[in-house]
């Protein structure tokens, strides 16, 4: 830190990191030099006493902010969270404090990262800085040092988005009927699959004929609101098929099970793409969460109000349905000149 007279007389301190980048400027406030360097000693004496009371490796903040998360974040979060401190683990010991971690050094390696999979470290980056803001919250870092680290973001892939035609032609190729329930389930409720595969009876009402999407103990949504979807008469011949097959139940057990137990979404997500692949060709982009898409892309096309799509979505805002759904009469031409 050190001390500096701007023109107005006031005195400021200046601020640097470990590596000797001005990361802040403070006024004391003080026109009188020695009130001046009184502040500076005691804000000196603070950060001492906070690096003193609060040292914390990269390893015990990790298991911290993974139960943070654990309690806030929802499934697939969770996974990325654990994939972006197993990418800081490449770059750093799980005993080094927080405070000695180099931004330039991680900067370096996501830039790295970057020309293999823009995406992945695109999104490391967010969620590493999320994480040391949290630390900041925490008192184990003065301020976020990953503020300042700038990679690029990655193109935006063009949405893929399926058809009613080539949804049923998907289906044929799908040996499996709980599989087959599964996949028109999707396409007619636009539910996530993580949201699929928790699915309790609890959240099914047949008499409004709504499905209410909502935390529970084990399962957070993405935005961690609650949800109301109505239910049209595909979902209702799907949910009256695979109710008798767990009616003994409670009402906290899950609407698709085989085997009596519940399906993961890596088997659905992998056996759908395995149908995609039979109906479309093995360099085919569809993929389970395409069939979210098409049941926002189907609503549009048919006139529905975007803000109502958004609502069904769960889109945390409606630039998110704006970017991805009105845009799709280019896409319908494209779809057309292709044929040509």
């Known amino acids: 830190m050190r001390l500096f007279k701007r023109s107005n007389g006031i005195f400021y301190i200046k601020i640097f990191d470990d590596f000797g980048n001005e990361i ?7 026109k009188r030099k ?3 360097l009184k502040k500076l000693a005691s804000l000196k004496e603070r950060l001492r006493d906070e690096k003193r009371t609060k040292p914390t490796s990269l390893g015990t903040f990790r298991k911290n902010y993974l139960q943070f998360v654990d309690t806030t974040k929802s499934a697939g979060y969770k996974n990325s969270v654990r994939s972006a401190f197993r990418f800081l683990a490449t770059v750093f010991e799980d005993d080094t404090r927080l405070t000695d971690i180099n931004p330039q050094t991680v900067e370096t390696s996501l830039l ?52 009613q035609i080539e949804f049923e ?12 329930d599964i996949y028109i389930f999707a396409y007619n409720t636009g539910m996530r699959l993580s949201e699929i595969t928790n699915t309790r009876l609890s959240w099914i009402d047949m008499k409004e004929l709504t499905i209410t999407v909502q935390n529970s ?4 949504t993405k935005n961690m609101k609650s949800r109301i979807i109505p239910i049209n008469e595909k979902t209702y011949e799907i949910i009256q098929k695979n109710i008798p097959k767990v009616i003994s139940m409670n009402r906290d ?33 569809i993929h389970f969460h395409n069939l979210r898409g098409s049941f926002g892309s189907e609503l549009i096309k048919k006139g529905a109000n975007p803000i109502h799509v958004q609502k069904l979505l769960g889109h945390s805002s409606f630039s998110v349905t704006e ?10 031409l494209r779809k057309a000149v292709d044929k040509l």
């Open 24 to 30: 802040k400027r403070i006024s004391t406030g003080e």
């Open 169 to 180: 032609k998907i289906l044929v190729n799908e040996p499996s009927q709980i599989l087959r």
């Open 217 to 220: 103990g084990s399962f957070r």
């Open 253 to 285: 057990d899950y609407l698709f099970r085989q085997r009596g137990c519940r399906i993961s979404g890596e088997y659905i997500s992998k056996k759908f793409k395995k149908a995609a692949r039979e109906t479309f060709g093995e360099k085919t982009l």
């Open 112 to 163: 790295e990262l970057s020309e293999k999979s823009p995406h992945s470290a695109y999104t490391f980056h967010k969620i590493i800085s999320s994480a040391m803001n949290r630390a900041v919250q925490l008192g184990f870092l003065y301020e976020n040092p990953f503020t300042r680290i700038k990679i690029p973001k990655p193109a935006r892939k063009e949405n893929v988005y399926i058809d």
């Open 34 to 36: 020695s009130s001046a």
């Open 323 to 332: 970017r991805n759904y009105l845009s799709i009469q280019l896409i319908d």
